[in-house]
């Protein structure tokens, strides 16, 4: 007998592979994208912070000085733009505050001690209470007998240095802090929950990028605050340095003045009438871009498979995708979202959903055995009637490999997710009951890539002919972009139905409402029939 053979075949078996996690690798090419890519360029060029840092820092900001005019339904809710980011890295690697430096710079040259600056506020730090919030946007209140007058424009970007300041108020009896940042977030009022007479703030437009360490919010964060929904609404960044510089050179100021007249010219065109008035200006997706939202949506409403409190804090990937979306149709003075833009959108949230499952692996829940799923789904799927009993998964599906908890916790999250349907047989005369396994009818015909769903793109046309109006009133909305938009729309095979909608005039698209057939397979949404 060959010794070495046998110790290198224990070798193989025992240690080929290990349970180490690497930190998430970010997809630069698709998130850096736009004025926000071209920020996080210059802002890393020649220096220690990572690109991403900085676009994370960058999005956040435009997002409060956008406002509240420019709005997109998503049913009855109108969503904002408004983000907010936290950027996590280890101490001394994150370059958490270099991230902002660039940032603050382009910041200081748009207002450069103009009073007709288009910029909101800024809050650096030190949120303690539901009020203190307010206090910085509030409705006016009576202070003594002097009466504080309102602040009317209500755009306020919060930067959070230590963020685990934030969460270490939110523990505190009687805090409600971290609500008013989910009411915020949401587009709600920030109210008092006291019976007197207290600082309330309306309609907000409050947006916060906060900087943390994984060791800080691994230990600062509370179950409550991940299942409760703070965590959902936060797009988590995880970015550390890329390299080691010791005496970076600063961005050169024509740069940084180039990049704040450009980002000058945006923010007041997005701003519009506000704080006048809001949600005067309606976003909409153009056709392409909703065939491309509905191929996608499946998957980034999916729960999270890395357990329960990662999937809680991930639930929300689809509004952080079109609020990101969002942003960059308006750094492009459209309010059409492209197909482009969902693109950029999408890399964005799920590049936050592995920042979570990163971080706050091994704090709770167990991780779902994704291997194993796919293999019990793919056994319903050959078998004739697309269902099995327990032993059949267990002698035949798993080849006896697998325990009867083990097997409990593969069904398990399947039934719930109703991807499988159980159901229970009556014993006969003596018997036992019977379990059922069952493959959900429509999950069937995904995987046999023939699902059928009835589309109704209520307005989706509708909407693109009135933005089209819209941007021919608007001289500061100009062809070029919404051609080069459309252009990029094109390059998504469309039915010749389909096509021909893209290129009817204003006038007849408005009048109509689309209802199509789609097919999904594994190559997206195939229209078959678009019909008046």
Same mark, same amino acid.
């Given at each position: ?51 991403? %840092? ?81 206090? %910085? ?5 009576? *202070? ?73 919010? *691994? ?30 050179? =600063? ?32 976003? #909409? ?17 999916? =729960? ?29 003075? #459209? ?17 936050? %959903? ?48 697998? #325990?009867? =908890?083990?097997?409990? #916790? ?65 001289? *500061? ?56």
């Amino acid at each position: 007998m060959n010794w070495d053979n046998v110790a290198d075949s224990i070798y193989q078996a025992a240690d080929a592979t290990d349970g180490i996690i690497p930190p998430p690798v970010p997809d630069n090419e698709a998130m850096l994208s736009g004025i926000i890519g071209e920020i996080a360029r210059v802002g890393s060029d020649g220096k220690e912070v990572h690109p991403v %840092a900085v676009a994370a820092a960058s999005l956040s900001w435009l997002s409060a000085e956008i406002g509240p005019d420019i709005f997109l339904p998503l049913g009855d809710t109108n969503h904002h733009c408004n983000l907010f980011t936290l950027h996590i890295g280890r101490s001394a690697r994150g370059g958490k505050g270099e991230a902002l430096g660039l940032v603050k710079r382009i910041r200081k040259s748009i207002i450069d001690d103009r009073y007709d600056h288009p910029c909101g506020q800024t809050h650096n730090g030190g949120l303690s209470s539901r009020e203190g919030l307010a206090g %910085a946007v509030h409705d006016g209140y009576k *202070q003594g007998k002097e009466e504080v007058p309102p602040v009317y424009d209500k755009r306020l970007w919060v930067v959070e240095a230590e963020f685990a300041n934030t969460l270490a108020q939110g523990r505190r009896d009687g805090n409600t802090l971290l609500p008013a940042l989910r009411e915020v977030w949401d587009g709600g009022n920030i109210q008092p929950l006291t019976k007197g007479k207290g600082i309330w703030s309306t309609h907000p437009h409050i947006a916060l990028h906060g900087n943390i360490t994984p060791g800080e919010l *691994q230990s600062r964060i509370e179950t409550r605050e991940i299942t409760g929904g703070t965590f959902n609404r936060i797009l988590m960044v995880w970015a550390e340095r890329t390299c080691l510089v010791a005496l970076p050179d =600063p961005t050169d100021a024509s740069i940084v003045g180039s990049l704040a007249r450009h980002l000058d010219d945006r923010i007041r065109w997005a701003r519009g009438s506000y704080p006048t008035a809001r949600d005067n200006r309606r976003a #909409s997706l153009t056709p392409c871009a909703a065939k491309l939202w509905l191929s996608l949506y499946p998957e980034i409403k999916r =729960p999270h498979p890395a357990g329960d409190l990662v999937a809680a804090a991930t639930e929300r990937r689809a509004p952080i995708c079109l609020r990101i979306a969002l942003i960059h149709a308006i750094l492009e003075k #459209s309010l059409l979202i492209t197909e482009a833009h969902i693109k950029v959108g999408y890399s964005w949230a799920q590049y936050g %959903a592995t920042t979570a499952a990163y971080v706050l692996a091994g704090l709770g829940g167990k991780a779902r055995d994704q291997y194993s799923e796919r293999k019990l789904l793919q056994f319903l799927r050959q078998q004739p009637r697309r269902e099995a009993d327990r032993r059949t998964l267990t002698n035949v599906c798993f080849q006896k490999h697998v #325990s009867g =908890p083990a097997l409990d #916790s593969i069904l398990s999250p399947l039934v719930d997710d109703g991807e499988i349907i159980r159901r229970e047989e009556e014993p006969r005369a003596g018997g036992r009951k019977r379990v059922i396994y069952l493959l959900r009818a429509d999950n069937a015909d995904f995987a046999d890539n023939k699902q059928h769903v009835r589309l109704q793109i209520c307005g989706a046309s509708a909407d693109f002919a009135d933005n089209e109006r819209a941007a021919n009133r608007n001289p *500061q909305s100009p062809h070029d972009v919404r051609n080069a938009e459309m252009s990029a729309d094109s390059d998504y095979p469309q039915s010749p139905q389909a096509a021909e909608e893209d290129h009817l005039q204003p006038e007849e698209v408005d009048c109509r409402r689309l209802i199509a057939t789609a097919t999904i397979d594994d190559d997206g949404i195939d229209f078959e029939d678009v019909r008046p």
